[in-house]
């Protein structure tokens, strides 16, 4: 009996590790930002202004991941709904000019 529960215990526990759960601010990783604009590592992979900007920023463009925000703001209010004028991110490396590590907010 003792050994049932012990091993019910351990699975629940590895189960709750192995789970993505969502912070406070709704993002599993990163912060959560409201950017004006946001561009998938494809699309900048196309836009060589855009490239030159980022390098200018000291940005290594071959080491991007999924998206890539521009003008963007941390959002900090539990309440808050979304974006009014750009896309909800959640990026792991916050700047107001250029956000990287971006997947869309769900």
Do not use: W
Request: a neutral charge; aromatic letters at 10%.
């Amino acid at each position: 009996m003792q050994f049932k529960i012990a091993l019910v215990t351990a699975a629940i526990a590895t189960l709750a590790v192995a789970a993505t759960t969502p912070r406070a601010n709704g993002c599993s990783t990163g912060l959560r930002l409201c950017c004006e604009h946001a561009q998938s590592v494809a699309e900048v992979a196309k836009d060589p202004e855009l490239i030159a900007q980022l390098k200018h920023f000291g940005i290594n463009t071959k080491d991007l991941t999924g998206f890539v925000g521009v003008f963007c703001a941390q959002v900090t209010d539990p309440e808050f709904t979304g974006c009014y004028y750009g896309r909800d991110l959640c990026c792991t490396n916050y700047s107001t000019a250029f956000s990287t590590g971006c997947t869309l907010y769900q």
